[in-house]
């Protein structure tokens, strides 16, 4: 099956820094999403992005499909940005939305 | 937020009962998914429906089953609970656009089998 790699798998910033993680996948992808799940363990979506850029407020998301890789970028970051993010492709177009994870960033944003 | 809610939310049971785990959505949507978190692992697949009464397997299935008689609910069943199964445990719902499936997560439920 596919392989999603994130990266860094932990990451310990100071307020206001900006940083960017990765997520690699080994085969072509339907649709990418970035999601979030906060200490309280609530997975929120960020992006839906199988490709291109997109920016919402202070995170922003690149995909390179014919690369095999998509960025998330944080910047200003803010003690409420900790928790752990995830990575998530679909393989195909007739596989009915099911997603495969990578195992996450762990950040953690420190005062 | 996407309306979807999931009951219980906290759950402990002992090896060898039966536990029902239900997903309820108000947003219509047709696709439906059951997936399992534990560390090191990430999330991962249990089953999936891509409509009423029309479901198939996912990446962990074994040890689990599901129904989905109507749009809004989306029943998982460990049949006889084992500790392997303590994890939680995480709905998702899709409403397809253009072609694909952006997914909408449910808080989760905690499950521990002792």
């Known amino acids: 099956g596919i392989q999603v790699e994130q990266s860094p798998p932990d990451l310990i910033l100071q307020e206001g820094a900006n940083s960017t993680l990765r997520c690699n996948f080994s085969?072509?992808?339907?649709?990418l999403q970035w999601f979030h799940q906060n200490p309280w363990g609530q997975l929120i979506n960020l992006f839906y992005i199988p490709s291109g850029t997109k920016q919402n407020g202070r995170l922003s998301a690149t995909t390179v499909a014919t690369e095999r890789y998509s960025l998330l970028y944080i910047s200003s970051s803010q003690t409420t940005d900790s928790g752990v993010y995830f990575c998530?492709?679909?393989?195909?177009?007739?596989?009915?939305?099911?997603?495969?994870f990578g195992a996450g960033t762990q950040v953690v944003v420190t005062p | 937020d996407a309306g979807i809610t999931q009951s219980p939310r906290h759950k402990v049971t002992e090896t060898g009962t039966p536990v029902t785990l239900r997903c309820h959505q108000t947003e219509n949507h047709r696709y439906m998914y059951w997936y399992r978190q534990d560390p090191g692992h990430g999330l991962r697949l249990i089953h999936y429906?891509?409509?009423?009464?029309?479901?198939d397997k996912g990446e962990v299935s074994d040890g689990y089953s599901v129904s989905r008689s109507k749009t809004e609910d989306f029943l998982l069943t460990l049949e006889s609970a084992t500790s392997s199964q303590t994890s939680v445990y995480f709905c998702?719902?899709?409403?397809?656009?253009?072609?694909?499936?952006?997914?909408?997560f449910g808080p989760g439920t905690r499950l521990t089998v002792t």
């Open positions: 998702a719902i899709s409403g397809r656009l253009a072609g694909a499936y952006e997914q909408y």
């Open positions: 429906s891509y409509g009423v009464k029309d479901t």
């Open positions: 998530a492709v679909e393989l195909r177009a007739d596989s009915w939305g099911k997603l495969q």
């Open positions: 085969d072509s992808v339907n649709n």
